[in-house]
């Protein structure tokens, strides 16, 4: 298993809650991890992306603002921190890599198992 998230769980609508992602792989600095999430209506929904030599991030509309994604070296982590969280960010919440700059899920080629984020209102 080379991408494992955690942080997941049950919220209420206001609510923060900070998600990681441990790499337990080699990381390059032109590598590309991502946050995408999925629900009934929505496959692979874009939401963070952060560029490992940490010079670019970005996000989808929908969260700009409330959420932040970093990186940490030491052991190799990729974290999102999710605040004022809303019921629709209910989802399960994706940790990837790609190789390079994408907001397209279908360029991303490693993916963790994904954990649960429920927001109640």
């Known amino acids: 298993v080379q991408l494992v998230e955690s942080g997941g769980g049950l919220v209420q609508a206001g609510g923060s809650l900070r998600l990681s992602c441990v790499v337990s792989r080699r990381i390059f600095s032109s590598d590309v991890m991502g946050w995408f999430r999925r629900t009934p209506v929505k496959e692979r929904e874009f939401v963070a992306l952060?560029?490992?030599?940490?010079?670019?991030?970005e996000y989808a509309d929908s969260v700009k603002g409330r959420f932040t994604i970093s990186r940490d070296n030491g052991p190799n982590t990729v974290t999102l921190q999710m605040n004022s969280l809303k019921p629709e960010d209910t989802a399960v919440y994706y940790c990837a890599r790609a190789k390079a700059y994408s907001t397209a899920a279908r360029d991303y080629d490693l993916w963790g198992q994904g954990t649960q984020v429920t927001v109640s209102s």
């Open positions: 952060i560029r490992w030599n940490g010079r670019s991030t």
